[in-house]
């Protein structure tokens, strides 16, 4: 494969001269949306970063890669082949439209590559001549890629209204070859199954046996979905033991979250907030308290003067009193007290039972309580304990459903992100070689897969030393 790749390549830079529709030679094609990824993927390939960069289709023509593997004890002879000079570094790179300049900086290299797609494609179209880079290094496996323009539906700025279709008709014309491999971009953060790189692949590869999907930008990858599935489809050993790992850790680290989160409604419990800045209804009802209800409507003609003297007593201690004391003493002369003081916001036990009655169910000895209906200041004093109650629960509700989320990403989640590595390589230093196998064994359908592709290979190559031996036969 080594020496047949260089040769291909010169098929390739000779047929590029005249239309490389005259022959179908086996490439790679690199397709993808803009912005999918695919300048990352090359450049990871290379182990360098040479390629333009920028918003739009910054790829305008195709991208023709030529990597050729070159020891640097080979680099003297590579260079006297070529007939160029011998730079110092030894990774390199040289275009086929530029005769006798080597570039040992990959950042004229970008340069070139836009001056060159600029000369032809102008600053918004499309070019189908491709431009040819050959990269030298040791550090790159002896490949050829093709990088396209990427898929785009909208046409912006002066680029043509076609231009959609334009990028289309260029790919179609590389990935329809029946020898070239697609390598379809798709990033992480897009549904696999609305990709417009794998659905152009299946157009011309509908049963994928030519195509390679790469998942790009993990980092971007939306809730819910998973880059290792295909992975995990082919190890389902691994994958148990992975899913294994993971449900000892949170189990591990359970009790300690429900601890915590058993603490955060202690504490809620604990005290209850009457200052809280968010217990407005406190302020408003303690205004309604003091402003506004009296006691009774009896006797209101005939001793109006008393009455008013007994609610400003009354107000007067219930501004200086708490809005949570809950009163429960009566004296003899069925009014409310506190600390000796007359208040106006008597509730007795027996009121918390009904805004309306109040009613007791028969006791055990067989004696009732008689029902009455509630006063109006009974009624409105369970109005505002109801008030009351009904603000400061959905405060602490507030806090529950902040605090709670917290303390389980805190305890349980970030503690199993942060530990899952360390826990999979210790279980796989304590594993055996036997058990490593057992692992990696491939499921049934993956394994048939690749039988079935060794067979036809091994038909292939059968079939490629018959054809050389008629061609080495004579005929007299």
Known sequence: MDALIPILNKLQDAFNTVGSDSIQLPQIVVVGSQSAGKSSVLENIVGRDFLPRGTGIVTRRPLTLQLIYTPAEDKHDQCQRLGIPVPDENEFGIFTHIKDRVYTDFNE??????????????????????????????????????????????????????????????????????????????????????????????????EGQRTLAVLTKLDLMDRGTDAYDQEFIRFPRLHEKIVDVVTHLLRRRLPETNRMVENLVGI??????????????????????TGGNNIANTNQTQHKSKHDDRNNDQSTSGKSSSINRTLTQRNDG??????????????????????????????????????????????????????????????????????????????????????LQSELVALLYKTSVNEHDELLNESSHIAQRRKDAQEMLDALQKANQIICEVRETHLW
Not at 113 to 136: V, W
Not at 352 to 373: V, W
Not at 390 to 402: A, H, P
């Open 109 to 206: 290299i970008r340069k070139e590559i836009e001056a060159e797609t600029g000369r032809l494609g102008g600053k918004k179209n499309i070019s189908k001549e491709p431009i040819t880079l050959r990269i030298y290094s040791p550090k790159v496996v002896t490949l050829t890629l093709i990088d396209l323009p990427g898929l785009t539906k909208i046409p912006v700025d002066d680029q043509p209204v076609d231009i959609e279709q334009q990028v289309r008709n260029l790919i179609m014309d590389y990935i329809s070859n029946p020898n070239a491999i697609i390598l379809a971009i798709t990033p992480a953060n897009v549904d696999f199954s609305t990709s417009e790189a794998v659905k152009y692949a299946k157009e011309v590869d509908p």
């Open 334 to 419: 069925n009014e409310p007290q506190a600390n000796g003081v007359h208040s106006s916001s008597y509730l007795s036990n027996a009121t918390l039972t009904s805004p309306a009655t109040m009613s007791m169910a028969p006791l055990g000895d067989g004696t009732t309580i008689n029902e009455r209906k509630l006063s109006s200041r009974e009624k409105c004093d369970c109005e505002v304990i109801e008030r009351l109650i009904r603000s400061y629960f959905l405060i602490v509700r507030k806090n529950i459903q902040d605090s709670v989320p917290k303390a389980i990403m805190h305890f349980l989640v970030n503690f199993v992100k942060d530990q």
């Open 268 to 289: 809620e419990l604990a005290y209850i907030n009457t200052k809280h800045p968010d217990f407005h209804e406190a302020t408003v009802i303690h205004r309604a308290l």
